[in-house]
C-alpha cells in the first residue's frame, strides 16, 4: 500500500500545482493567498483520495503512461483558471499530453510487425508420433468440473465456498486438474477468512473421483480486501503490468501457489509480451517474482492462457502488417477459439512438458480446413507452428466437430476439447465426447485429412487400438508413430480369441501361443470373424511396441483366407 500512497500523492500535488491558478487574472487578485491556500489542499485531498481509490479497487498498473487523459483534463482546467506565463505554460503541458495520447491511442496501427516479431515461431511440417503407449491427458475439463461439484460435499462448510477455475498440471508425475475452493460472497468471505483448499482429479482417468486436498488458503481470487490474491500482488508490484487471470499451482508436497504472468507493451501501451511470473504464498501472501527462466520447477503455465491466446493472433493476423490483416489478408490465418482456456488448450507431451495447442483456419467464411496448428511452450513461451503436409488438406478442429458431432446427432451428445495428435503418421483430432449433461460418453478419433478414418470408444487407449486397425487396413497410411514400420510373419495356435462389432466391421484381436496379441479386422481379412481358439494361423503383421500387433495378412488352417 506504501507505494500506492505515494503515487497517489504525487499525483495529487501535480495535479493541484496544475489547477490551482498562482497568478491573479486582474490586478486587484481575484484570488487571496488564503483562498489559494484552502483550494489547493481541498484539491490535493480530493485528488489523493480518489486516485489511491481508483488504483485499489481497479488493480491498474501504477505507470505514469495510464494518467495521460487525466493529466490532460487536469491541465486543460488549469490553462483556463490562469493567464499570462502560467497560461502559456499549462497549454503547453496540455498539448503534450494531447499529442502523447494521440501516440498511445495509434499505436495499434504501426507496431503490427512488432507484434509479429515478438510471436515469431519456429516452423515445422508435422509434430512427433505420439508413444501409444502412453494415456493422452485428455479428459475434458467441463466433465472434471461435473464430477468436482458432485465431490464438492468432502469441502467443509460448503454452504460458505463454490468451485474455482479449473488448472491442469502436473503433481507428482502425474497429470491432474486442480480447482481451487473459492468464497460465494463476501459475507460469506468475512465469515470464513480462508479457503480450506482445493479440489484435485485425474487428467487422464475419467473413471477417477475428486479429492478434496486440505490447505488453508487465506490469499484467493474471490477473497476481498487485501486478501484478494490479485491485489494483493498489484500492491506488491504496482509497476508490472499484468496479463491474463491469477492461476492456481500446486508442488509436488500439494502446497498451494497463485502464479500470474507480467511482461511489457510491445510499443505505447498496447500489446504484451510476457517476462515472467510472480507467485504468491496462498496461506502466507509470501510473494517473489521471477524471470521466464527462472520459473520454479513444478511451474507448468507460466505463460498465462490469455497472453498465449494473443501471441497467437499477433502470428496469424500480422503476418504481412496491420492494413493487410483489414484488407488484402494475404497469408493471413485466424486461431481458432475451439480451446477449453481462453481459446487454447493445454496438454503435455511425452517428457511432461506442458504446451498449449491451438489450429489456425482461413479468415474467408464458410472455410472449415485447417492452414496449420500451433503448440506454445507453457514454461517458455516458445512457440512451433507446424503447417502440415501441404499435399493434404486437413479439417480444422470445428470441422473435426461436426464430423463427430453428427455421428451423435439422435442422441444430441457434444465433442469437446478437440486435440491434434500425430497417430501412426496420420494427422488426427483426438475429441471426448459428452451427454447433455456435460457427463463423458466416449472418445472419438477421426483423421484430419481422410474424415472417413474414425472411430469411438470408451477409452482414449481402446480409441487408439481401433484407430490402428483401420489405419492397418488403409492403404494411404505408412503406419509410423511407435511402430518401427517392419513387416514381420508368424505362425502358431489360438489361445485366445475377443471379437468386438466396430460399425460395419468386426476387430478380431487373438492371443498365440508364442505369447504375443495381435489384431485385425474383418474389412482386411473377412473370414477372420471364424477365428476361434484352437486355430493355427500363419500371420503377417507390423512390428511395434504395442500390446496388439496390426496384422496385415492371416492364414487359418482348414480356411482359405489371406
Known amino acids: 500500500m506504501t507505494m500506492t500512497f505515494i503515487m497517489s500523492a504525487i499525483v495529487a500535488i501535480v495535479a493541484t500545482f496544475l489547477i490551482v491558478p498562482f497568478a491573479s487574472k486582474t490586478p486587484e487578485g481575484d484570488f487571496k493567498t488564503k483562498f489559494k491556500m484552502q483550494f489547493g489542499i481541498a484539491m490535493f485531498i480530493l485528488v489523493f483520495v480518489i486516485t489511491a481509490i481508483v488504483f485499489y479497487v481497479t488493480k491498474i498498473d501504477q505507470n505514469w503512461s495510464q494518467l495521460w487523459l487525466e493529466l490532460l483534463v487536469i491541465a486543460l482546467i488549469g490553462a483556463l483558471l490562469s493567464n499570462g506565463v502560467e497560461r502559456k505554460i499549462k497549454g503547453f503541458i496540455t498539448l503534450a499530453s494531447l499529442v502523447f495520447g494521440v501516440y498511445l491511442l495509434s499505436t495499434p496501427f504501426f507496431n503490427a510487425n512488432q507484434k509479429y516479431q515478438s510471436a515469431e515461431m519456429t516452423k515445422k511440417v508435422e509434430i512427433k508420433a505420439f508413444d501409444d503407449t502412453k494415456t493422452p491427458a485428455s479428459v475434458p475439463p467441463k466433465f472434471a468440473r461435473n464430477k468436482m461439484k458432485k465431490a464438492f460435499s468432502q469441502v467443509p462448510n460448503t454452504s460458505y465456498y463454490e468451485l474455482g477455475n479449473l488448472q491442469i498440471q502436473k503433481v507428482n508425475g502425474e497429470y491432474v486438474y486442480i480447482a481451487p475452493v473459492e468464497f460465494s460472497d463476501f459475507f460469506k468471505w468475512m465469515k470464513g477468512k ?22 488453508p488458503m487465506v490469499y484467493t481470487t474471490s477473497a476481498y480486501l487485501n486478501n484478494n490474491v490479485e491485489r494483493h500482488m498489484r500492491l506488491a508490484n504496482t509497476k508490472e503490468i499484468f496479463y491474463g487471470d491469477a492461476q492456481l499451482e500446486v508442488n509436488d508436497d500439494g502446497k498451494p501457489y497463485y502464479i500470474r504472468t507480467y511482461g511489457k507493451f510491445i510499443s505505447g501501451r498496447n500489446g504484451f509480451d510476457p517476462k515472467g511470473i510472480v507467485m504468491v504464498d496462498a496461506k502466507t501472501g509470501a510473494s517473489k517474482t521471477y524471470a521466464l527462466k527462472d520459473v520454479p520447477e513444478f511451474i507448468d503455465g507460466a505463460i498465462s492462457p490469455e497472453a498465449v491466446s494473443r501471441q497467437n493472433e499477433y502470428f496469424g493476423k500480422y503476418v504481412h502488417g496491420y492494413w493487410n490483416s483489414m484488407f ?100 488426427s483430432w483426438l475429441v471426448p465426447v459428452l451427454d447433455s449433461n456435460g457427463f463423458l460418453q466416449n472418445y472419438s478419433i ?117
Do not use: H
Open 194 to 215: 480462508e479457503s480450506p483448499g482445493y479440489l484435485m482429479m485425474s487428467a487422464t482417468n475419467s473413471s477417477d473421483n475428486p479429492k478434496f486436498v486440505k490447505s
Open 446 to 562: 477421426v483423421s484430419a485429412a481422410n474424415p472417413e478414418l474414425s472411430v469411438s470408444a470408451a477409452t482414449p487407449n481402446e480409441a487408439l487400438r481401433q484407430y490402428k486397425t483401420i489405419i492397418n487396413r488403409s492403404d494411404n497410411s505408412s503406419l509410423n508413430g511407435s511402430s518401427s514400420n517392419e513387416e514381420k510373419a508368424a505362425k502358431g495356435k489360438v489361445i485366445r480369441v475377443y471379437k468386438e462389432k466396430n460399425n460395419d466391421y468386426t476387430t478380431i484381436s487373438f492371443l498365440l501361443d508364442n505369447k504375443e496379441n495381435y489384431i485385425v479386422s474383418s474389412e482386411t481379412a473377412p473370414l477372420a470373424v471364424y477365428l476361434k481358439e484352437g486355430d493355427q494361423v500363419e500371420v503377417k503383421y507390423v512390428n511395434s511396441n504395442d500390446v496388439f500387433l496390426p496384422v496385415k495378412e492371416i492364414t487359418i488352417k482348414g480356411i482359405e483366407e489371406k
Open 328 to 427: 488484402g489478408k494475404k497469408d493471413v490465418k485466424l486461431p481458432s477459439d475451439e480451446g477449453t482456456e481462453a481459446n487454447v488448450s493445454p496438454v503435455f507431451d511425452e517428457n511432461g512438458i506442458m504446451y498449449y495447442f491451438t489450429d489456425f483456419t482461413s479468415p474467408k467464411k464458410g472455410v472449415d480446413s485447417m492452414l496449420g496448428y500451433s503448440l506454445t511452450n507453457a514454461r517458455t513461451g516458445q512457440a512451433t507452428y507446424y503447417s502440415g503436409n501441404k499435399d493434404e488438406a486437413y479439417m480444422d478442429s470445428q470441422g473435426a466437430i461436426q464430423i463427430i458431432e453428427k455421428k451423435f446427432i439422435e442422441k444430441k451428445w457434444q465433442a469437446s476439447m478437440p486435440i491434434i495428435y500425430n497417430f501412426y503418421g496420420e494427422a
